[in-house]
């Protein structure tokens, strides 16, 4: 599958839940029980087919953090070659990816425009500049808004921004310096609990 380039709000209410894809949440609540489609169905199907429940969840999951398919197979793959749960490993692995840390940090509203803002080399990782997204961060790693694109209007009121963000236990943000590290890798009890990735390791375990 292709990059998905229409409406976002069509996305969310295909799963009749909120993937994060756009900024106001309120919005996005208030359609999620139609479904998109002026003549398709009023109420979202249920039940299905084994196949049909595991090929959702790989798709929300795909969605919310905006991965293609073969990079989202890789990551599966590293997943369940790690020691441990496999469905922890593949959570872990997409939470510490550069471009959704950047998300959690409170420096951009939705992962594509954090997405957006490692491509034009904004940040620095341990002072040194990254623009790959898809960078997984480690332990200890400090992630700080360049210097020289503090004055750029995306930044504006930024450390007053990043004093109302709900951080998650495993990263730590400071607002004077417009930098965040990483405490400790993300648990399980750390991950939203939109998609069921049991059903996404099944899936891949089939393929």
Known sequence: MGKYI?????????????????????????????????????????????YSKQLIEKQKAKFIYGIREAQFSRYVKEASSMKGDSGVNLQTILETRLDNVIYRMGFALTRAQARQMVNHGMFTVNGKNLNIPSHIVKVGDVIAVRDKKLKKSLFLDLEEKLTKVQLPSWISVDPKTKSGKILNLPTEQDFDKIFDVKLIIEYFSTR
């Open 6 to 50: 229409g409406p976002k709000n069509k996305i969310a209410r295909r799963f009749g839940v909120n993937l994060g894809l756009k900024s106001e949440a309120t919005k996005v609540a208030r359609r999620l029980g139609q479904m998109p489609g002026v003549h398709g169905p009023k109420k979202r199907a249920k039940g299905g087919s084994s």
